[in-house]
């Protein structure tokens, strides 16, 4: 085969030159803040990767033992790093899982004792063999554990470790038929060994990056629907959330539902009172309070200000009605306490129910709701009112 007359040192070369390409592209990454978790462990291993590749080819120049100790070593550490930058993005990493980096170091002493021991090149070889597919399957479960569907990088990075791990075991049965195997020959073995170090190389940098562009997307796409303070939907995520409720091609999914609007009552006295801050914090406890009060399938987003908007599908009137006001005494019975200081908050609501059978948007349902809560206010604030 004309493939087999390729020169092995060449090829592993070219891996030392892509790794360097790959890890400086990576690296660029990083001077951006807004790059994922695990980011700087994936930069760190592609890097130490690469020396390990360059120290493997190097035992051509320099003393044996300088090769298997620091070729073997900087690639476990490699492939250690890239399944500590898995736990990091999937924020399951522990102080504990550190240690597999002493497992590796364990596994380089024990080569060296191999190579001084006359233990021949194979047999260190199916050691390097086996750690590396322990490894793989590290990463692989790692990637898919608790995979999101949109998750397609997490997906390609798992796969990518499978194909590694195939060619791996395919490149251990070869040894049973090269009894005078050495890396820097050319034979199936090494050229098995090429192929997996590029697939590493190309596949996992491409997995990394698919990553980390659909993880900033998805922290745009929970900016824009969220509210940042109080963590609750946004208008924005409001109007995505009820898209559903007011499709007339949907709407046949509920016969009815209500329209809660709330506002805190005198809110703008605390404001100046205790500050902004101590608002916030205020309004954060409110919110926490609603999220408590509702429904898996009701919606709460913060409208504006100190005001927020329940949306409560297949829920009568008269139910939304003995809803808001167990909401509104809770609310009122329990102070807030923030920094020492106890303060006291209640609530108007205004409530708007709309028929399936109506014509209706979100702003005419709101509307309602927002009339009904002007009359709670000028009824004395702390209680409900329902749109007539």
Not at 209 to 216: A, F
Not at 304 to 312: N, P, Q, R, S, T
Request: charged share 20%; aromatic share 12%.
């Amino acid at each position: 085969m004309d493939i087999l007359h390729l020169d092995i040192k060449s090829m592993m070369l070219m891996c030392v030159f892509i790794g360097v390409l790959i890890t400086g592209g990576l690296a660029a990454l990083l001077r951006d803040r807004y790059v994922c978790p695990g980011m700087h462990h994936w930069v760190s291993g592609f890097c130490i990767l690469t020396m390990g590749v360059f120290f493997a080819v190097g035992r051509a120049f320099y003393p044996l033992w300088v090769s298997l100790l620091f070729g073997n070593l900087f690639s476990f550490l490699g492939a250690n790093l890239l399944w500590l930058g898995l736990l990091k993005y999937n924020q399951r990493i522990k102080t504990r899982h550190y240690g597999v980096i002493g497992i590796s170091v364990l596994t380089v002493v024990v080569l060296l004792f191999m190579l001084k021991m006359g233990i021949t090149e194979i047999k260190r070889a199916e050691l390097v063999s086996v750690v590396f597919n322990l490894q793989g399957i590290l990463c692989a479960r790692e990637a898919f554990r608790d995979r999101a569907k949109y998750e397609s990088g997490r997906l390609m990075f798992g796969l990518t470790c499978i194909l590694v791990i195939i060619g791996s075991c395919l490149r251990f049965l070869t040894y049973r038929y090269d009894e005078s195997y050495s890396l820097l020959t050319t034979n199936i073995s090494n050229l098995l060994l090429i192929f997996n170090a590029i697939i590493v190389f190309l596949g996992l940098s491409f997995s990394i990056m698919l990553i980390t562009s659909q993880w900033l997307q998805q922290k745009l796409a929970v900016f824009a629907a969220y509210d940042s303070l109080t963590g609750i939907y946004n208008r924005h995520g409001l109007n995505e959330q009820t898209t559903a409720l007011f499709d007339p091609r949907k709407k046949r999914m509920f016969s009815h539902f209500c329209v809660a609007m709330i506002d805190i009552d005198y809110f703008k006295k605390t404001n100046d009172d205790h500050g902004h801050h101590v608002g916030d914090l205020v309004l954060k406890e409110v919110a926490a309070k609603l999220r408590e009060n509702i429904r898996h399938n009701d919606i709460l987003a913060r409208y504006g200000g100190e005001e927020f908007i329940v949306v409560l599908p297949a829920m009568s009137q008269q139910d939304t009605l003995n809803w808001a006001e167990r909401v509104c005494k809770e609310i009122a019975q329990q102070p807030i306490y923030v920094n020492g200081l106890m303060i006291s908050v209640t609530i108007s609501v205004g409530l708007a129910e709309i028929l399936s059978t109506a014509k209706y948007s979100l702003d005419d349902a709101i509307k309602k709701a927002d009339t009904a809560l002007y009359q709670a206010k000028e009824s004395g604030r702390n209680r409900v009112c329902c749109f007539s």
